[in-house]
C-alpha cells in the first residue's frame, strides 16, 4: 500500500504544478502540462501525451498489483493472526472499490469529450488529468460533478490538471 501511495504521490501530486486556487470560481485546483503555466503544449508534450497516459496507468495498476500481492500474501499465511488477514480483506475491497470508482469516472469524463482521461484517488481526495488545450468553466463543472457523484469527493479536494 506504501508503494502505491508513493507511486500515486509521484505521479499526481507534485505541488509545482498547481496553479493559484484562488482564481478558479469552482474551487478545484486545475494545472496545465505546458511550461511555465501555459495551457498550449509543446510538440513534444502532444507526442507524448498518450503516452503519458497510458504509462500512468500502467504504473498505477502495477503499483496496485504490488500491494494486492502483498496483502494476498498476508491472507494466505497460515500464521498470520486472523485481525491482520480480515484487515488485508478489507484492503483488498477497499482496493478493488477504488479501482472501479476511477474506472467509472474516466469513462465519463472520456464521455463528455476528453480524448484521455486519468483519475487517481487517495481517501478523500482526487486528482483527474485530461487531455485538453485549455478547460472550459462548464469543462471544469462536468468534471467536478463527475468525480462528486462517483466518488462523494467534494470539488475543493479536487484537483484538475491539463496535459
Known amino acids: 500500500i506504501g508503494v502505491a501511495v508513493y507511486v500515486n504521490w509521484s505521479l499526481f501530486g507534485n505541488a509545482d504544478d498547481i496553479e493559484n486556487p484562488n482564481n478558479n470560481p469552482t474551487g478545484a485546483q486545475t494545472s496545465t502540462g ?9 510538440d ?7 503516452n503519458f497516459f497510458a504509462a500512468s496507468q500502467i504504473e498505477r495498476q502495477r503499483a496496485r498489483d504490488e500491494a494486492i500481492e502483498v496483502l494476498q500474501s498476508v491472507v494466505d499465511d ?8 480480515e484487515q488485508a480483506l478489507a484492503d483488498i475491497a ?26 487517481v484517488i487517495n481517501g478523500d481526495k482526487a486528482n483527474i488529468i485530461v487531455k485538453s488545450e485549455g478547460l472550459k468553466p462548464n469543462e471544469l463543472s462536468q468534471i467536478l460533478e463527475i468525480v462528486y457523484l462517483q466518488a462523494d469527493i467534494l470539488p475543493a479536494n479536487v484537483t484538475i490538471s491539463e496535459k
Open 94 to 119: 477497499a482496493i478493488a472499490a477504488t479501482i472501479e470508482t476511477e474506472a467509472n469516472i474516466e469513462s465519463l469524463v472520456k464521455a463528455k469529450g476528453f480524448e484521455e482521461c486519468v483519475a
Open 34 to 42: 505546458g511550461e511555465n503555466g501555459d495551457s498550449a503544449p509543446t
Open 78 to 85: 497460515a500464521t498470520a493472526l486472523d485481525v491482520a488477514k
Open 44 to 50: 513534444g508534450e502532444k507526442n507524448d501525451g498518450v
